[in-house]
């Protein structure tokens, strides 16, 4: 699974990278070096702004959402903490996902993420369990493959009102390959720039087309370094976060 990622660019950063045309000018959000459940991440995805009618063409944009998918049908917006993650096996079957599959999909830009292992305390000889942090040796952004969803809230009676409706994502996740599977089993599904316009556009609804885009994992070359255990508190933030654990 993926639990915890890395998000530290800017939009001015992340723009240019994803061929957004436009920066969010109102919106913006602060580097995350410790991402968690529930919390709001950017998220590149096309779609017809809701402001100019049906007719008009998509366009590709860069959106905060909040990281757990709701379910257009869930009742409350409790049941997102469970939907971080959507196994590339079932994503296309699943009751909760099979719709945003086929019609919001989106990709979550990362610069890595963590995985644990259990491993032996060297002072006391007791398990705990060492983070890893996972990321691509060249540094380049990972895009991970993403869906998203709206979710109407009942208890706000107007449609336009802005919290009225709430944006939520999940990542998918795949096999582990190489440095990322001495870790942990799975792993987020990274996408190749030459695949971005087709996983992006929601007119391809195809769902054998959409899947030959996820059979392997596009992340390069990955490294993997230990991290501290602060890492495991939610609260704890910022890029010594990265730092490589002292042997």
């Given at each position: 699974m993926c639990g915890r990622y890395v998000s530290a660019r800017s939009p001015q950063e992340l723009a240019p990278l994803f061929q957004v045309p436009d920066v969010p000018a109102k919106e913006t959000?602060?580097?995350?070096?410790?991402?968690?459940?529930?919390?709001?991440?950017?998220?590149?995805?096309?779609?017809?702004?809701?402001?100019?009618?049906?007719?008009?063409?998509?366009?590709?944009?860069?959106?905060?959402?909040?990281?757990?998918l709701v379910p257009s049908w869930a009742k409350d917006v409790k049941i997102g903490a469970r939907m971080i993650n959507a196994r590339v096996e079932t994503v296309h079957q699943k009751p909760a996902f099979r719709r945003a599959f086929t019609r919001h999909r989106c990709l979550l830009p990362a610069d890595g993420f963590y995985e644990w292992q259990q491993a032996k305390d060297p002072d006391t000889g007791t398990a705990r369990k060492q983070p890893y942090f996972i990321h691509p040796e060249d540094d380049q952004v990972m895009a991970l493959a993403g869906l998203y969803e709206y979710w109407r809230d009942p208890a706000v009676k107007q449609d336009d009102d802005p919290d009225a409706w709430l944006m939520t994502c999940t990542i998918i996740t795949t096999e582990a390959t190489d440095t990322a599977g001495r870790v942990h089993p799975r792993m987020p599904l990274a996408l190749t720039p030459e695949d971005y316009a087709a996983w992006l556009d929601p007119a391809h609804r195809d769902p054998d087309e959409l899947r030959a885009l996820l059979v392997r994992p596009a992340d390069g070359r990955l490294d993997a370094r230990p991290v501290s255990t602060a890492v495991n508190n939610v609260r704890n933030n910022g890029p010594r976060l990265l730092d490589e654990l002292a042997s």
């Open positions: 959000l602060a580097p995350n070096w410790n991402v968690a459940p529930t919390d709001d991440v950017w998220a590149v995805l096309e779609r017809a702004p809701r402001d100019k009618g049906d007719a008009a063409p998509v366009e590709r944009a860069l959106r905060p959402l909040r990281w757990g």
